[in-house]
């Protein structure tokens, strides 16, 4: 699939169309490889892996959440409660309810444009980069942006306990 094709597909939209919204300058670039990992990501885009945006999508008892989280780190699941101020048992989503509360396929979810916002936590150590690198609504494209605008747009805390 070309570059065009991608960026016309409605999951892509919506994401331009949230990034347009936010007010934020970042482009959504296509990608000839897969950016279905974060090594796969940094590898394609010739950054640091820790540069890029993980979307992960957990339930915090019967709420979906996300945590963005440091491509190079792992999520602390146990510390998301406290940090999105919420309380229950923690557990990956599945892959349909990933898809229900954002709109996209898991391997393409972007941190913005999903059907309502999400409880949202932010990984601290993006802040190392000028600039981060997240799923734009498909597995073969991102888009970049200073980790601050990612705050801003997802109306995230950001916390350094939810990832090691």
């Known amino acids: 699939?070309?570059?065009?094709?991608l960026l016309d597909r409605a999951s892509v939209r919506r994401v331009r169309a949230a990034l347009a919204a936010a007010?934020?300058?970042?482009?959504?670039?296509?990608?000839?490889?897969?950016?279905?990992?974060a090594a796969d990501a940094a590898r394609a885009?010739?950054?640091d892996q820790g540069a890029i945006v993980k979307s992960l999508v957990f339930m915090v008892g019967d709420r979906p959440v996300l945590a963005l989280v440091a491509g190079?780190?792992?999520?602390?699941?146990?510390?998301?409660?406290?940090?999105?101020?919420?309380?229950?048992k923690v557990r990956r989503a599945d892959a349909a309810i990933v898809?229900?509360?954002?709109g996209f396929a898991i391997g393409g979810v972007a941190p913005v444009?999903?059907?309502?916002?999400?409880?949202?936590?932010?990984?601290?150590?993006?802040?190392?980069?000028?600039r981060v690198y997240a799923a734009a609504g498909h597995s073969h494209c991102v888009f970049?942006?200073?980790p601050?605008?990612?705050?801003?747009?997802?109306?995230?805390?950001?916390?350094?306990?939810?990832?090691?």
């Open 144 to 146: 970049g942006c200073a």
């Open 72 to 88: 190079d780190r792992q999520c602390r699941q146990r510390a998301l409660p406290k940090a999105l101020g919420l309380t229950g």
């Open 113 to 130: 444009g999903h059907p309502a916002p999400l409880p949202t936590v932010i990984d601290a150590s993006l802040a190392r980069y000028d």
């Open 1 to 5: 699939m070309t570059g065009d094709r």
């Open 45 to 47: 885009l010739g950054v």
């Open 23 to 37: 007010g934020v300058d970042a482009d959504v670039i296509t990608l000839s490889d897969t950016a279905r990992t």
């Open 99 to 102: 898809r229900d509360a954002t």
């Open 148 to 164: 601050g605008d990612l705050e801003k747009m997802t109306g995230a805390k950001t916390d350094p306990a939810i990832a090691e």
